[in-house]
């Protein structure tokens, strides 16, 4: 089982519609999760952090934790086709380092 | 403004040369990471430092190198004996890797290809 798993996609959402983005650990420790936005060809770019259980809004961007089910989710509202891009799910190890899933594709048809 | 700089952003190598990646921050950030990635696939942990004077390999080291001499630059040197470079290199770095984990910051990568 990998550390961190997420679906690699593609994920096709119209334009204006809800991105659903799911990402699940294994290891039980966790304190933190990160999603990155990697555009083709680019670094990778921090968008959303969350450390509690539960959901944290930022803009268009909402990321829920469920540490009981070891489950992370990023929701993508309204979304545009400027969000197209590869999402990175991050989580924290017991040695401290940010473990990376593979990523998953997002596109975003007008 | 503060960030993290990697250069040069493309690198052409012959076969058998080795060449190194330059990276730079100036966040005050203690720990330094250097990631590997190919074309659709995820990142892979070449090496990691810390804090100054200390690094240490992560999962695929085989063929790199690198120093911490000072803590604002931490350089990769891709070796001869690393047979398939061609890839997108990415540094990154943390305000620390130990306890809470903590997001990091990347550079803009470079693109390393042999010729």
């Known amino acids: 089982q990998k550390e961190v798993e997420q679906n690699s996609g593609p994920l096709s959402v119209p334009e204006g519609a809800i991105a659903s983005l799911n990402c699940t650990y294994s290891d039980r420790g966790s304190q933190s999760f990160f999603w990155y936005r990697q555009y083709s060809g680019k670094s990778p770019e921090l968008i959303m952090s969350i450390y509690s259980n539960g959901d944290k809004e930022d803009g268009r961007f909402t990321a829920q934790l469920n540490k009981a089910s070891q489950y992370v989710s990023l929701l993508i509202r309204d979304s545009q086709p400027s969000d197209s891009a590869t999402y990175l799910c991050?989580?924290?190890?017991?040695?401290?380092?940010?473990?990376f899933g593979q990523g998953t594709t997002l596109q975003v048809k007008p | 403004d503060g960030g993290i700089t990697q250069s040069p952003k493309y690198l052409f190598r012959k076969e058998g040369q080795n060449v190194t990646l330059s990276c730079e921050q100036n966040?005050?950030?203690?720990?330094m990471y250097w990631y590997r990635q190919d074309p659709g696939q995820g990142l892979r942990l070449i090496y990691y430092s810390q804090i100054v004077n200390d690094f240490q390999k992560g999962d695929i080291a085989e063929g790199y190198s690198v120093s911490r001499e000072k803590k604002e630059s931490f350089p990769l040197t891709v070796t001869s004996a690393q047979k398939n470079p061609t890839a997108f290199y990415l540094c990154?770095?943390?305000?620390?890797?130990?306890?809470?984990?903590?997001?990091?910051?990347f550079g803009s990568g470079t693109r390393l290809t042999v010729v």
């Open positions: 990154a770095s943390s305000i620390s890797s130990r306890g809470r984990g903590y997001g990091y910051t």
């Open positions: 966040l005050n950030h203690d720990a």
């Open positions: 991050a989580v924290n190890s017991n040695t401290g380092k940010l473990i």
